[in-house]
Structures are given as structure tokens and as C-alpha cells.
């Protein structure tokens, strides 16, 4: 069956551009995460839904980063004014969420940022 | 807060047996997980523990202790494909079930 998918798979843009990153989950899952990973580190935690809503965003460095997943399956991640910083590869997970189950989390394969 | 710790990096011979660690601190301890990373892909799960003891998976086995806030990774008859970043990843309960990862061991294989 199809696996978790991303796009774009990269993109290139300028200080101070908006992008948007998609990611299509695995159908069925109702759990979604969204991870930053910089090079040599692990992921780091963004944004968390539960179906539609978004049940931890504590992760999202600040007001310049939102999520949204409207349906309940395929969830973006916009970015406004982006900054050099911003420059990582945007993993996205999702799993299914059964009470006592294992519920490991499936990763797509990542969008790459460059913010020049 | 979490805070998970393992090795940067690791070198170990084909053939043989390397042992990751990973030690964490964590409130509402859910379950521990380890994924593998190759270069430039995404992680993929590996295994998992709740409770103390080891977990076999054919030439990957994992161990916790809860107690000690300990797990490791042990990986034997390595192969040149074994050379990857491997995760260790904290579950907690926090209404939901959020996964925190560390930064990862680099493993390298050598002949």
C-alpha cells in the first residue's frame, strides 16, 4: 500500500518568501506529525493533529510556522517570511492512535528546504 | 521536559555486534522506540519496549530498563547496510502520545 508522501521533495526559495509543504498520510491514520530535522540531529517535534485538529503545537518555533489539516488527512505546513534558519528537511509521520496500541509512526520521505 | 542521550557516532567491523545506549529522563514514561535513518531518507521503525526486559527481532534486539532510564540497541552479524543513524525515541503521556527522538548514533560499518 502507498506509504507516506511529501511535497515537494525539495525547495529553494528566498529570504522573506511564504512556502508551503504538503504531506499526504497514510489512509486511515488519524494521528499526524510534523518534525524539523537539521543535519547530524534527530527530529525535532513541530506540530501534532488528532484528526482535524491540531492537539499540540508546542513545537512550532514561533507565529511564522501554522499547520493546518482540514479533512483530517492531508495537512500543510506554511511557513511565512522564511529566514536562513528555516533552512531543514521537514519530516512528516503519521499512525494510527489505539488505546494500549504500539502505534509506531510511518515517515515520508521529507521535504528539503533551502531558504537562501 | 525529556531529555534523551546517546553516542554521536560509532564504528564497528562486519560481522560483528555493536550495543547502542541510550539513556533518557522523562515524565508519563509510554514506551521507548528505536528507528534506523540512512543518509537522506526517512526514519523507519525498528522496535519497541514497554516493559523491562529484551525484545528480539532476528539480528535486532532491544532492551529497557525503566528504572534506570535505560535502553540499548544490539545489532549482531553486521552488514555493510547497517550503517545508518539509529533513534532512540521517548514516548509519553501528555493527553496524547507524544514521541520526543534524540539525536541519533551514527554507525559506520567498516570491512
Known amino acids: 500500500g502507498a506509504g507516506v508522501s511529501q511535497t515537494p521533495s525539495n525547495k529553494v526559495t528566498e529570504k522573506g518568501k511564504y512556502v508551503e509543504l504538503r504531506c499526504d498520510p497514510i489512509s486511515g491514520h488519524t494521528a499526524l506529525y510534523w518534525y524539523r530535522q537539521s543535519l547530524g540531529q534527530g527530529p525535532e517535534f513541530l506540530i501534532y493533529f488528532q484528526g482535524t485538529g491540531a492537539a499540540d503545537d508546542s513545537g512550532l518555533p514561533n507565529d511564522r510556522f501554522f499547520a493546518v489539516r482540514p479533512e483530517g488527512s492531508v495537512s500543510t505546513l506554511k511557513i511565512q517570511r522564511t529566514e536562513r534558519g528555516d533552512s531543514a528537511v521537514y519530516l512528516c509521520a503519521s499512525s494510527l492512535m489505539w488505546r494500549g496500541g504500539l502505534n509506531e509512526q510511518f515517515f515520508g520521505p521529507g521535504t528539503r528546504l533551502t531558504v537562501l | ?111
Open chain 2, 1 to 111: 521536559g525529556q531529555n534523551i542521550d546517546q553516542p554521536t557516532e560509532m564504528t564497528a567491523t562486519e560481522g560483528a555486534i555493536v550495543q547502542i545506549n541510550c539513556t533518557y529522563q522523562t515524565s508519563g514514561f509510554n514506551g521507548l522506540f528505536w528507528y534506523q535513518q540512512h543518509a537522506g531518507e526517512a526514519p523507519t521503525f525498528l522496535s519497541y519496549n514497554v516493559l523491562d526486559g529484551l525484545e528480539e527481532k532476528g539480528r535486532f534486539s532491544s532492551f529497557l530498563s525503566r528504572s534506570k532510564g535505560y535502553s540499548y540497541l544490539l545489532l549482531k552479524e553486521l552488514q555493510m547496510k547497517d550503517s545508518a543513524s539509529y533513534l532512540c525515541a521517548v514516548r509519553s503521556l501528555r493527553g496524547y502520545q507524544k514521541v520526543t527522538f534524540g539525536t541519533g548514533t551514527k554507525l559506520q560499518v567498516i570491512p
